[in-house]
């Protein structure tokens, strides 16, 4: 029992709800127990129909810690860790706060969502408020780290990049199913990122139009 709720948990952090009581009432033949494993394991029920869908409106964006490259490569593997742990989860309190789904993080990138799988009307507002929040908690908890991490661990900045436009998402089934997000504004929300200056937020034309149409 112990290690079925520990795979509940799991999945609830990897998918979002709706798509996970999908993929739980897929899995018809087999027990609670079996739906629960099969995501992690042997591809959601691979074979059958795949879990995916088009979403019309949603805000993406992408957040990387600039100048975490030189400041890793000083560090014990233990201390980039520790970095890592404690600023995306604090960046999950606040996501979670202000409906943002965490579709993954990629090296120093925390990548988030809103608008899907439930409609979000004011996804673009959700996920800017998101944003600035977390630079400034990047300020905050980079200042607390230092007698931990070094003092240079406060010249750390967060660089942002938000887009908003339609998505493919669904479960890509494998060995290790995940929830992935594809399309092009998965990749100009990237783009609004690199092209970013540390400690602010770019974002793209279609997102200022939602902000300024919603009377943000």
């Known amino acids: ?8 948990q799991i999945v609830s952090d990897v998918f979002p709800a709706a798509i996970r009581d999908r993929l ?4 018809q033949k087999g027990s609670k ?15 059958g129909a795949p879990l995916a869908d088009l979403f019309l409106e949603t805000t993406v964006v992408f957040a990387d810690i600039a100048g975490f490259t030189a400041w890793s490569s000083a560090r014990e593997p233990a201390q980039v860790f520790i970095l890592l742990e404690t600023l ?9 706060r202000h409906n943002v789904f965490k579709v993954e993080t ?26 600035r929040d977390c630079v400034k908690t990047m300020k905050d908890t980079t200042l607390k780290l230092e007698v ?18 339609q998505v493919t998402a669904g479960v890509l089934r494998g060995e290790r199913s995940r929830f992935q997000l594809f399309g092009d504004t998965m990749n100009t929300a990237a783009r609004m990122e690199s092209t970013s200056a540390r400690s602010r937020i770019q974002i793209s034309q279609a997102t200022a ?3 300024s149409a919603a009377g943000h």
Not at 24 to 27: A, D, K, M, S, V
Not at 88 to 96: P, Q, S
Request: hydrophobic share 35%; with cysteine.
């Open 24 to 27: 739980y009432e897929g899995e």
């Open 88 to 96: 995306y989860g604090e960046f999950d309190k606040r996501a979670y």
């Open 1 to 8: 029992m112990a290690r079925i709720m520990r795979q509940d």
């Open 33 to 47: 127990e079996e739906a629960l494993c099969d995501p992690l394991s042997d591809g959601a029920g691979a074979g």
């Open 106 to 131: 990629v090296g120093d990138c925390y990548v988030g969502v809103a608008g899907l799988p439930e409609p979000e009307k004011d996804h673009a507002m959700a996920v800017c408020r998101f944003a």
């Open 148 to 165: 931990a991490l070094g003092p240079d661990t406060s010249e750390l900045e967060l660089r942002v990049g938000i887009h908003s436009g």
């Open 209 to 211: 139009e939602l902000l």
